[in-house]
């Protein structure tokens, strides 16, 4: 008689995700059945959930940008959020799981000509639609002496050709859920990283750990739904990765409209959430402590004249002083968003742990996570 195959024990599937094996041991099977699905795709029209394409509008900002993007890459956008952050003029900009690229040509406005954008992507045909139209639109659109982006073909997993700590900004649009070894892509993404660079990506998370029936299903692979991670492992692996202290942004509740489809997730419920990894090392504690240290956001970020989210339970008000702490006062004062903060006080005096509660002036920020994804020390 063939022994019983050992038992599940809690935990178990929190391991396979850190050994990569969270969508089975067959990784080349699972990045061919996703392949075949974005190569299909012809526009988001063929989905069959919302969960690749986003619920709530993007800025007004970002709104007028799209209108000079071009029609066949709109439409062929499959994303889940717009994690296109305004003032990022200049940066280096990593965009993993570019697809036909329409974050990308947003993101090569933004960042200007000194700028630069790079698209990764593993789906020939999903790279063939980014560059035909990459020339025309940065030297007659924008107006850009050469192009400031480039499409490349390559796995999120090991960003080949990608050098260490080359980047300033890492975005994602419902990409990583797909990738079988998301350990890897933290990984990596960290590695490319400058110090003081973030990832600002959203994806599709899960209330709980999915069986693996609905992880390897083909369809809900491709729908960006079987690849999910349960909230609290994706918190858990960004902090085992360095990124110390997640911060979630905002997050929507998925809709699964097809009998079928919600017959077999069940109970399990889908978000999209934008969450922000600061590359701090060294900087970032597991938990909140106070040092007495105070921010002022100056108003000066574009489009956020009045005040600034920095998370879902960080609102500052433009000019108004806030308490923060130390973790909050190095991802404002130690990132991209320095020029728009001023930091009063250093961490030479300790004064206890942080008050976790939501601070007074948050009350005006977005909704918290329905998901509890609310990854942050505060
Ligand atoms: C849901 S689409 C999103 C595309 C794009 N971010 C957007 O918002 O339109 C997922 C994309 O990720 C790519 N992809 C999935 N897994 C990948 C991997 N492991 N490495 C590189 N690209 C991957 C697919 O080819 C596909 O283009």
């Not at 999209?272 to 921010?295: H, I, M, N, W």
């Amino acid at each position: 008689m063939a022994s019983a195959a050992p038992p599940k024990v809690p935990g178990t599937a929190l391991l396979e995700l850190m050994q990569g094996q969270q969508l089975g041991s067959d990784q080349q099977g699972v990045k061919d059945s996703v392949k075949q699905y974005y190569t299909d795709l012809t526009s988001s029209k063929d989905l069959l959930t919302s969960a690749c394409t986003t619920c709530k509008a993007p800025s007004p900002d970002v709104r007028a940008m799209l209108k000079d993007v071009p029609a066949e890459i709109v439409d062929r956008y499959y994303g889940c959020g717009t994690p296109l952050p305004m003032g990022i003029t200049g940066l280096r900009v990593l965009d993993l799981g570019c697809g036909t690229g329409r974050d990308c040509y947003v993101a090569a406005r933004m960042v200007g000509p000194n700028g630069f954008v790079t698209g990764v992507d593993m789906t020939p045909d999903q790279l063939a639609v980014a560059r035909q139209y990459m020339e025309q639109y940065n030297t007659q659109v924008l107006g850009y002496p050469k192009p400031n982006m480039r499409f490349v073909q390559g796995h999120i997993e090991k960003l080949d050709g990608v050098e260490d700590g080359s980047q300033d900004l890492i975005i994602s649009n419902c990409v990583i859920n797909l990738s079988p070894d998301k350990a890897a892509v933290l990984s990596e993404a960290w590695r490319v990283l400058a110090p003081g660079g973030e990832v600002y990506f959203s994806d599709i998370y899960c209330d709980r750990r999915l069986p693996a029936e609905v992880r390897t299903h083909p369809v809900l692979l491709g729908e960006c739904l079987g690849g999910a991670l349960y909230t609290n492992d994706f918190l858990r692996l960004a902090r085992q990765t360095g990124f110390m202290d997640p911060r979630s942004l905002e997050s929507e509740e998925v809709i699964i409209t097809d009998p079928a489809l919600k017959d077999l997730v069940g109970n399990a419920r889908f978000y999209s959430t934008t969450y922000r990894l600061f590359k701090l090392p060294g900087r970032l504690e597991d938990l909140c402590e106070e040092y007495g240290q105070v921010a002022v956001y100056k108003g000066t970020l574009p489009g956020h004249k009045h005040g600034y989210a920095l998370d879902d339970h960080h609102f500052f008000v433009t000019n108004k002083p806030m308490l923060v702490c130390g973790n909050t006062a190095a991802m404002v004062e130690e990132t991209w968003l320095a020029p728009h903060f001023q930091v009063v006080g250093d961490r030479s005096v300790h004064y206890g742990a942080f008050d976790c509660g939501p601070s007074p002036a948050a009350s005006g920020a977005p909704a918290a996570s329905k998901a509890s994804a609310a990854g942050g020390c505060c």
